[in-house]
């Protein structure tokens, strides 16, 4: 940022005096030029501080201010003790109507001070930008090698650029950061899908810059900052390597997570195999040791999202994880909590056994699907019985045709087969103690379910019979 008027009145050894436009000496001034023409303005480019010792003044004050200040330069410093004692009324009333800062300029302060005054807080800022960008651009470098680098690189960049930051992947979902526009923020998004790889505007008061992230065409994601002022050229720099680092982090992430996607099926198949020890060798190297025996082994399935979420918690755990067709496998010694998935765990097991802890995890998994529960275990679904282990769809429909010609006849009101039935095989098949329950003869009952042999053409001495018959029954029921 270039020094200011204020900065150069503010300075004792040059001794300059405000004369007129008080209120506008927070105007920067790039550069120092010096003329005595009456009309200065084709040698200058805008914002500049015009010295000067009046040599013009006759040819008419009020236009040449007028001159000045339609040219958009900074200021005029008037010289004094030369060409007039005193900076001439007519110049400051001019400079006052229009708002141009006019500072005396005393005898014994040479304009070349000024310029060098100038040209030294130019150069010092330069400086200390270039400096701010190295430091920077350091800082940016040393988050992005740690753990959690993307999140450590977002944070450093937003308060070195005192904006806020934010990296999105693909589809616009955070990775890393915050944005109070956010909203706003992914709808300018496909406007980078297939142009160019960065882009710059105005939103809520706030210059916005983003810049894809990826190499060639592929975009991995996209690095966002925004803040109240412009990005200067050492901010652009620092955003640059911000994203740099950001695409070298994305694409070898990219590269080894899917190594060690293929590394972790692959120890999963020796684990199944009971290749323990290897694995156990291997494992500790990498991550850690495996969980202790008896374990777990728990198959997860759901959004990816959810699935990446309990990796990462397993991340912090001794467990084994690895990937198991569309689902999570992983292999633990304490139970986890896995929102937003369904779950299936299996009974305890020594790894020995995992693959057959394997197994009832799988059964677990889909009666926790079929049933749409969080959680089924193993061993509850062996306590709930067989029934827990049968699709409901086409359990209903089994249940439905088996029994149809019982209901259609019951719904004629000429018997109760239906309870009859379900009475005699819960007294497994005893004439006396059925009929009892049901408060009729058992010559009655036993009518009864000679209709039912018939209507079914069933023969209910039958084992089997008697077996489809209740599992029908507890279907319906």
């Known amino acids: 940022m270039n020094p200011t008027l204020a900065a150069l009145v503010d300075r004792p050894e040059l001794g300059l005096i405000v004369r007129a436009g008080a209120e506008h000496l927070d105007r920067p001034v790039p550069w120092v030029h010096t003329s005595e023409l009456a009309d200065p303005t084709a040698f200058l480019e805008g914002g500049e501080l015009l010295l000067t010792t009046g040599l013009w003044v006759r040819s008419g004050a009020a236009a040449y201010i007028e001159r000045l200040h339609a040219a958009g330069v900074a200021g005029l410093g008037f010289g004094t003790g030369l060409t007039y004692a005193a900076v001439p009324a007519t110049v400051v009333k001019a400079a006052a109507a ?3 800062p006019l500072i005396e300029v005393p005898r014994q302060v040479p304009f070349i001070a000024i310029s060098k005054a100038v040209a030294k807080a130019v150069a010092a800022e ?36 005192d904006a806020w930051a934010v990296v999105l992947d693909p589809r616009g979902q955070v990775q890393a950061g915050e944005s109070p526009v956010l909203s706003q923020l992914r709808k300018e998004l496909p406007r980078l899908t ?16 983003v810049q894809t992230l ?4 592929r975009i991995r994601g996209y690095l966002a900052v925004g803040r109240g002022s412009r990005l200067t050229r050492a ?81 912090d755990t001794d467990a084994f994880h690895a990937p198991y067709g569309d689902s999570l496998l992983l292999v633990v010694g304490t139970e986890p909590e896995l929102p937003g ?9 020594e790894y ?22 969080p959680v089924v275990r193993f061993a509850e679904l062996a306590d709930d019985g067989v029934l827990t282990l049968v699709d409901p769809e086409v359990a209903g429909v089994f249940a439905d045709r088996l029994l149809a010609p ?66 029908a029954l507890r279907l319906k029921d």
Not at 194 to 209: K, M, N, Q, R, Y
């Open 341 to 349: 998935l369904h779950v299936g765990v299996s009974d305890p097991a």
């Open 235 to 315: 901010d652009q720099q620092v955003l640059t390597t911000a994203a740099s680092l950001l695409t070298v982090s994305f694409e070898r992430s990219q590269v080894v997570e899917a190594a060690t996607h293929r590394l972790r099926g692959g120890l999963l198949r020796l684990l199944l195999a009971g290749e323990t020890e290897l694995v156990a060798e291997i494992a500790a190297d990498l991550w850690g040791a495996l969980p202790a025996a008896p374990v777990r082994v728990v198959l997860a399935s759901g959004p990816s999202r959810h699935r990446q979420a309990a990796v990462d918690r397993a991340e």
């Open 406 to 471: 019982l209901v259609e006849h019951d719904a004629t009101g000429r018997g109760e087969l239906i309870a009859s039935l379900r009475a005699w095989l819960a007294h497994n098949g005893q004439w006396d103690p059925a009929a009892a329950a049901l408060g009729v003869h058992r010559h009655t009952l036993r009518h009864r379910l000679a209709k039912v042999g018939q209507l079914l053409g069933r023969d209910l001495d039958s084992a089997d019979t008697r077996a489809e018959l209740w599992l």
């Open 352 to 373: 020995g056994g995992l693959d057959r802890a394997l197994r009832q995890a799988q059964r677990a998994l889909a009666a926790a699907q079929r049933a749409d529960l």
């Open 126 to 161: 330069e400086y200390a930008a270039v400096t701010r960008a190295y430091q920077a651009q350091r800082a940016l470098t040393s988050a992005a090698v740690r753990p959690n680098g993307v999140r450590g690189l977002t944070q450093q960049l937003g308060r070195r650029l």
């Open 98 to 100: 229009v708002g141009l």
């Open 194 to 209: 297939a142009g160019p790889a960065s882009l710059t505007f105005e939103l809520d008061g706030a210059e916005i810059a």
């Open 214 to 217: 990826g190499v060639g065409a």
